[in-house]
């Protein structure tokens, strides 16, 4: 096996840190078709998307097949608010961008990890929509790995304010002590997720 790149180290153990996962439908298939048939749960990420709960915020799934999941409807934010308010790790959202925006939009998302590669993408969903709110974000880390993949500055966010120059995303922020549990969340590589707060 060849060594895992720092990057993939870092990927590795945000995977680690997550006691669930939580996804939009579309992610889910994706993710359940790829990684839920997937055996060797000695990969990291295998492991982990095998072995803890998974939760869809879909109206229309009624059926999944990945074991240990559980469909959200109706009141999803009401569900996903007393997810975050449990006891544990994380509660991560990986891809899942119309999800992303929703839960941002809903002031369910405290923390953002966004993972930049070097590939131009001619097409796609944007994570962040061209118009809304912005709001002031604290940064939390930023690094380099080799091959120019970046992990820009972290964020968690502030109060809402005004248009700041350089502010690249936007994600509000549950009022509140910073050890209630799961409150926060991460954006990394397509991937989003939620970090419990220490």
């Not at 995977?15 to 669930?20: E, K, L, M, S």
């Not at 879909?58 to 997810?83: F, M, Y």
């Not at 993949?149 to 968690?156: D, E, H, T, Y």
Request: aromatic share 8%; proline share 8%.
């Amino acid at each position: 096996m060849a060594p895992r790149t720092p990057h993939r180290q870092f990927v590795d153990e945000v995977y680690q840190r997550a006691d669930a996962f939580l996804f939009g439908r579309r992610t889910y298939e994706l993710f359940a078709g790829y990684w839920g048939v997937r055996e060797d749960l000695e990969n990291r990420i295998v492991g982990a998307l095998n072995t803890r709960p998974k939760y869809v915020a879909s109206n229309t799934l009624t059926d999944p097949q990945w074991a240990d999941t559980t469909i959200l409807s109706g009141d999803v934010a009401a569900a996903i608010g007393e997810l975050k308010a449990k006891p544990g790790g994380e509660l991560q959202v990986h891809g899942s961008a119309h999800l992303v925006c929703w839960l941002l939009d809903n002031q369910l998302v405290d923390e953002i990890t966004l993972l930049v590669c070097p590939v131009v993408v001619g097409q796609g969903t944007r994570l962040f929509p061209d118009n809304g709110p912005d709001k002031a974000l604290d940064l939390i880390e930023s690094r380099a790995f080799p091959k120019g993949i970046a992990l820009p500055p972290g964020a968690r966010s502030t109060q809402p304010t005004e248009a700041r120059a350089g502010t690249a995303f936007s994600c509000p922020r549950r009022p509140g002590p910073r050890n209630t549990g799961r409150d926060t969340v991460g954006v990394g590589s397509g991937t989003t997720g939620v970090r419990e707060s220490t």
